[in-house]
T-cell receptor, first 117, second 112 residues
Framework: GAVVSQHPSWVICKSGTSVKIECRSL??????MFWYRQFPKQSLMLMAT?????????EQGVEKDKFLINHASLTLSTLTVTSAHPEDSSFYIC?????????????FGPGTRLTVL | DAKTTQPTSMDCAEGRAANLPCNHS???????VYWYRQIHSQGPQYIIH???NNETNEMASLIITEDRKSSTLILPHATLRDTAVYYC?????????????FGKGTRLSVIA
């Protein structure tokens, strides 16, 4: 199956700083990637859809100026949490699927745990 | 995408079959039933999917009722490593350019 990686796996930062999370498709080209976040004991919530070469589409209630998404290549999407605050502490997960109709499943990265002090 | 209903939690003895139910009474004719699971602090993992026929792979079996309003995921011989949250998701077939919408899922605890 296809592999999606994330970096870093965990990060701790001070309030007010910015944090960049990378999502990479290792063995396929990803024209679309999805970003989710998950608070403790809750389900995954879709944040945004990242499209290579164009602007991301954000879900209602997600601040696009706070969560900057860049999908500059077919194998890399980045999520930058700007001016992070403790309430942004969460588990951030990305997913993608190889192009073409042969794949019916989404492949998920291992997640990035962000803790804002 | 049709809404799904799953029990909040279930227990299963190690080595026994785990049967996880899912109700999806508003499923439409072209929607598939997908199952994913999420082991603690990891990304979700695809398990299986089906349209109307029963399906089996190396991980599990999926039984879909004839009216397609409900389904059951079966882990034939549960192990401690199967402890996870299991998500039943109903959606159209190809998932490349549309995201998955996760409900609350069923927390399965496999007990030694």
């Amino acid at each position: 199956g296809a592999v999606v990686s994330q970096h870093p796996s965990w990060v701790i930062c001070k309030s007010g700083t910015s944090v960049k999370i990378e999502c990479r498709s290792l063995d396929f080209q990803a024209t679309t990637m999805f970003w989710y976040r998950q608070f403790p004991k809750q389900s995954l919530m879709l944040m945004a859809t990242s499209n290579e070469g164009s602007k991301a589409t954000y879900e209602q209630g997600v601040e696009k100026d706070k969560f900057l998404i860049n999908h500059a290549s077919l194998t890399l999407s980045t999520l930058t949490v700007t001016s992070a605050h403790p309430e942004d502490s969460s588990f951030y997960i990305c997913s993608s699927s190889p192009p073409g109709q042969n794949y019916n499943e989404q492949f998920f990265g291992p997640g990035t745990r962000l803790t804002v002090l | 995408d049709a809404k799904t209903t799953q029990p909040t939690s279930m227990d299963c003895a190690e080595g026994r079959a785990a049967n996880l139910p899912c109700n999806h009474s508003t499923i439409s004719g072209n929607e598939y039933v997908y199952w994913y699971r999420q082991i603690h602090s990891q990304g979700p993992q695809y398990i299986i999917h089906g349209l109307k026929n029963n399906e089996t792979n190396e991980m599990a079996s999926l039984i879909i009722t004839e009216d397609r309003k409900s389904s059951t995921l079966i882990l034939p011989h549960a192990t401690l490593r199967d402890t996870a949250v299991y998500y039943c998701i109903v959606r159209g077939g190809y998932s490349g350019n549309t995201p998955l919408v996760f409900g609350k899922g069923t927390r399965l605890s496999v007990i030694a």
